[in-house]
């Protein structure tokens, strides 16, 4: 059965509005743009295109929140109210999960994970808000020192398509805690969940103008929010070219960064893991959200006397997965937008060109005509200093690379500018842990995929990235330290 597309049967209500003070209102030049289901490729929705002009009210009204109510309410009631607005987003599940599908084209029920992964992110966060300790600092009996953990102000947060409302949370979440008021800039591809979460906002709560939400393009838009001078923290999560633009932005203001860039993940597999469980994390971290996550497992680093039998067991496992549109709840929705499709059979075809195997997929799925589907794709016999083994392809495209020696694996896997995260599998602790010592990567993990949570600080080194989210330090973004010192 094919689910219905039509956004006003569905009950979208076209947003055409920015979020600014509380208030739904049009961009100040009256412009929108079109939002498009990846799945049937038709304009789903309009939303408000917003420019410097609505950015400099969004980002004033943010400045006046931080004197308002939200400034003078103690650190546990805003806690209480993070946690109100956590109630509320859940009680609005299946909407927004609909909207996210639709929006981006992500299976139903990967959606519905994001809206509760975001209901775990903003519950975590809403319990750090009054644990928020400074220290004393002893320098001696006549000295009493303390730091202050202030709130940094205005943050800007410039959101992915992958994770629309996921990154969202991420950052806004403990800006909240912080006290910080925000500004959130949504990619244009994905417009639709950051106005629910508006909503949810008003729901439960939030004072006006301490969530603004502008919709619009990343050169108008986010280009102006990055330098506003009441702006100031920045939290961006995108490409790496992208990334270079918004750091220079903040450098030019001074202003602090938080950066998650791209990945091309290594897994390292060794002749002694257990393939069984490698396969199915593998199948996950390949393909789920259609490959495109930043932390993907795309790049495999196969011992020889394992590549072919892994590489089998793994495209069996990817002929089973069905691929659909994202409210039919297959496997794999389509890719999020007909660039994005350009650019990942690009890299495939690029693949063929250079000699490369195609092991598994690589093509439209025979029964989707319309849409930007994409098979899960396999490539292996390729030279590592390939772009399609150098590059992110972002979808649904795994690379395997063979290897003989750990020195071999391990120099494979350092040897990209990328940083993000890396995999190693293996039955034996002392490889296991000497290979996370040695790989350059914000988080290695062990005989497993996608580990962690909001508890779990994330974040790439090299050119995966600035600082670190989640987790207690990902609230330390929003926080200014302010030393007291008083001689006695
Ligand atoms: P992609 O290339 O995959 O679309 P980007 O890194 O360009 O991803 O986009 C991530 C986010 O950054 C989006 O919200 C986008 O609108 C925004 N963005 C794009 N260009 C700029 C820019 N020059 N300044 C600030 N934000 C931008």
């Known amino acids: 059965m094919t689910a219905t597309h039509d956004a006003a049967a569905l009950g979208i209500e076209t947003p055409r509005t920015l979020f600014i003070d509380g208030a739904f209102e049009a961009a100040a030049s009256g412009a929108t743009f079109e939002t498009v289901d990846p799945s049937t490729e038709n304009v789903l929705a309009q939303a408000a295109r917003g420019d410097a002009t609505d950015v400099d009210r969004a980002v004033a009204a943010a400045k006046r929140a931080t004197r308002g109510p939200w400034r003078d309410i103690t650190p546990a009631e805003r806690g209480r109210m993070i946690f109100r607005l956590a109630d509320v987003i859940l009680a609005h599940k299946e909407e927004i999960a609909r909207i996210e599908t639709l929006d981006v084209g992500k299976p139903l029920k990967e959606s519905r994970g994001d809206v509760e992964g975001v209901v775990a992110t903003l519950r975590y966060n809403a319990g750090a808000a009054d644990k928020l300790e400074g220290a004393t600092i002893p320098l001696g009996r006549s000295v009493i020192d303390f730091t202050l953990l202030e709130s940094a102000g205005v943050t800007a947060h410039i959101v992915p398509w992958n994770y629309p409302l996921g990154m969202l949370a991420r950052s806004v979440g403990p800006a909240l805690a912080a006290g910080c008021t925000t500004v959130i800039k949504p990619a244009e591809q994905s417009p639709l969940s950051a106005m629910l979460f508006a909503r949810c906002c008003v729901e439960a709560g939030i004072p006006p103008g301490v969530v603004n939400v502008v919709t619009g393009f990343g050169?108008?838009?986010?280009?102006?929010?990055?330098?506003?001078?009441?702006?100031?923290g920045i939290t961006f999560t995108g490409s790496v070219e992208t990334g270079r633009l918004v750091y220079a932005g903040a450098a030019r203001g001074l202003k602090p960064a938080v950066l998650e860039l791209g990945g091309k993940n290594p897994v390292i597999i060794l002749p002694d893991a257990d393939l069984d469980r490698a396969v199915v994390d593998i199948l996950d971290g390949a393909f789920g959200n259609s490959g495109q996550v930043c932390s993907s497992s795309s790049r495999l680093i196969l011992h020889r006397s394992i590549h072919d039998e892994f590489l089998d067991r793994l495209a069996e496992a990817a002929s089973r997965l069905t691929v659909g549109a994202g409210l039919d709840d297959c496997d794999l929705g389509p890719v999020v937008s007909a660039e994005q499709y350009g650019r990942v059979t690009g890299y495939i075809a690029e693949g063929g060109r250079n000699g490369a195997r195609l092991r598994h997929?690589?093509?439209?799925?025979?029964?989707?005509?319309?849409?930007?589907f994409i098979e899960p794709t396999i490539i292996d016999r390729v030279d590592p200093s390939h772009?399609?083994?150098?590059?992110?392809?972002?979808?649904?495209v795994a690379v395997a690379l063979s290897f003989d020696t750990m020195a071999e694996a391990t120099a494979l896997a350092n040897g990209l500018g990328y940083g993000l995260v890396a995999g190693v599998y293996t039955a034996d602790i002392g490889t296991a842990l000497t290979l996370a010592r040695d790989i350059e990567a914000g988080s290695v993990w062990i005989n497993g995929w996608f580990i962690g949570g909001q508890q779990a600080p994330t974040g790439g080194i090299k050119d995966s990235g600035i600082g670190r989210e989640r987790g207690l330090p990902g609230i330390m973004n929003y926080l200014q330290i302010k030393n007291v010192g008083i001689r006695l």
Not at 361 to 372: A, E, Q, S
Not at 387 to 396: A, H, K, M, Q, T
């Open 361 to 372: 997929g690589g093509g439209r799925p025979k029964h989707l005509g319309r849409g930007y």
């Open 219 to 232: 050169e108008e838009a986010g280009a102006a929010l990055v330098a506003h001078p009441d702006v100031r």
């Open 387 to 396: 772009v399609v083994s150098r590059e992110e392809i972002f979808g649904p």
